[in-house]
Each structure stands twice: as structure tokens, then as C-alpha cells.
Antibody, heavy 119, light 107 residues
Framework: EVQLVQSGAEVKKPGESLKISCKGSGYIFTSYWIGWVRQMPGKGLEWMGIIYAGDSDTRYSPSFQGQVTISADKSVSTAYLQWSSLKASDTAMYYC????????????WGQGTLVTVSS | DIQMTQSPSSLSASVGDRVTITCRASQSISSYLNWYQQKPGKAPKLLIYAASSLQSGVPSRFSGSGSGTDFTLTISSLQPEDFATYHCQQSYRTPWTFGQGTKVEIK
């Protein structure tokens, strides 16, 4: 069974750094792209970027380029999303997701990690 | 970026109703259009990919159609478990973009 298990909810202050994780299991981690999707409170879904777990080839949405870093460690089948300096506007639910074999749709989603940034 | 516009933003329907949701792209996206269902507090779930292909395990009352700029998600007979928000998403060109969502509520 394919599973993406994300790290737990975080509460941070503006300016702090953060790295959240997404561990894949039940499939060959290095053969698929993993993406990150943001959902701000009461809002729609926003595609942040993707990483190919096999070689860490990474593509960012221009809206998130320079704001976050996406990485992966294939030795532990885990993808990461990190911030160097959080802002209150980063408060959102963040989902990791696996792209299907065609790499043209998301076929599995993590359960989400809620990030709250507040002073 | 390619803009995706869903209509309506919300709708009220009864169990057994036929429901249609529309998604329009700001430029042609061929058939690179996916539909997801999201229930409150849960992650989205893939329903339809490549405009009309039903994801494994998804009930056959869900169907998708369209190509180019105009797409439709149809629920042939609405069931209690279908009350949720539905999102379209284009994968023709990065950055992938989503519609704003359509919330299907109980009448």
C-alpha cells in the first residue's frame, strides 16, 4: 500500500526556520516525483514545486521560488520542505503528494502538515 | 501561469441529483486536466485524470469530459458521501495550477 506520512503540526514564530518531512512507503521511492501543495486557511490549492526522488531534480513554481527549499533523501525515502525565515503568511496546511507514473497527475497525498506562524 | 476557473463556486443539491461542475482554462491544455475531491479536514483525493480517465477505486457515477479549454465533472447520482469540495487542476504546463474549488452542499 502506497503511503505518504508527513511530520506533525508546527507552531513557529516569524523569522524562525522550519523543515517538514514526508516519508514514502509501499512503492519505489526513487522512481517517482514528489510534489508539495499549499492550502491557506479556507482557500484553494497551490502547487509549490516538485522533486524527482531518484536524482533530486527540482522544479519550483515561480510564486515559491526562493521562498522555500524542496529536497529529498532517498536513503530514508523522505522528501522535505523547508523555510529559512518564516512569515505569518506562511500559515497554512502543506500537503506532500506523489505524482503518478505519467507525472501528469497526483495519485497519492500525504495527510498534511499544519504550519502556524504567529508571534 | 495558466488560470483555471471553476463554476459554480458552490452549489446545493439533493441526494440522487445529477451534478455538473465546469472548469475553464485560460489557454488550451489539451486533455491535461485532473479532478480531485476534498472533504473537510482531509487531503484531496484523485477522481479523474487526463480529463476523462477514472482513477482506480472511484465509483463510476463520477465522469469527466472535455478538451482544450472547457472541461466538465459530472456526478450522475449524488450520494451522501459526495458532499465535498471539488478541485480541477491543469498539468499541461508548469506551474501546475488549480481552480478555486466548487463546494457541493446538501440542499
Amino acid at each position: 500500500e502506497v503511503q505518504l506520512v508527513q511530520s506533525g503540526a508546527e507552531v513557529k514564530k516569524p523569522g524562525e526556520s522550519l523543515k517538514i518531512s514526508c516519508k514514502g512507503s509501499g512503492y519505489i521511492f526513487t522512481s517517482y516525483w514528489i510534489g508539495w501543495v499549499r492550502q491557506m486557511p479556507g482557500k484553494g490549492l497551490e502547487w509549490m514545486g516538485i522533486i524527482y526522488a531518484g536524482d533530486s531534480d527540482t522544479r519550483y513554481s515561480p510564486s515559491f521560488q526562493g521562498q522555500v527549499t524542496i529536497s529529498a533523501d532517498k536513503s530514508v525515502s523522505t522528501a522535505y520542505l523547508q523555510w529559512s525565515s518564516l512569515k505569518a503568511s506562511d500559515t497554512a496546511m502543506y500537503y506532500c503528494a506523489r505524482l503518478g507514473s505519467s507525472a501528469r497527475h497526483i495519485d497519492y497525498w500525504g495527510q498534511g502538515t499544519l504550519v502556524t506562524v504567529s508571534s | 501561469d495558466i488560470q483555471m476557473t471553476q463554476s459554480p463556486s458552490s452549489l446545493s443539491a439533493s441526494v440522487g441529483d445529477r451534478v455538473t461542475i465546469t472548469c475553464r482554462a485560460s489557454q488550451s491544455i489539451s486533455s491535461y486536466l485532473n479532478w480531485y475531491q476534498q472533504k473537510p479536514g482531509k487531503a484531496p483525493k484523485l477522481l479523474i485524470y487526463a480529463a476523462s480517465s477514472l482513477q482506480s477505486g472511484v465509483p463510476s457515477r463520477f465522469s469527466g469530459s472535455g478538451s482544450g479549454t472547457d472541461f466538465t465533472l459530472t456526478i450522475s447520482s449524488l450520494q451522501p458521501e459526495d458532499f465535498a469540495t471539488y478541485h480541477c487542476q491543469q498539468s499541461y504546463r508548469t506551474p501546475w495550477t488549480f481552480g478555486q474549488g466548487t463546494k457541493v452542499e446538501i440542499k
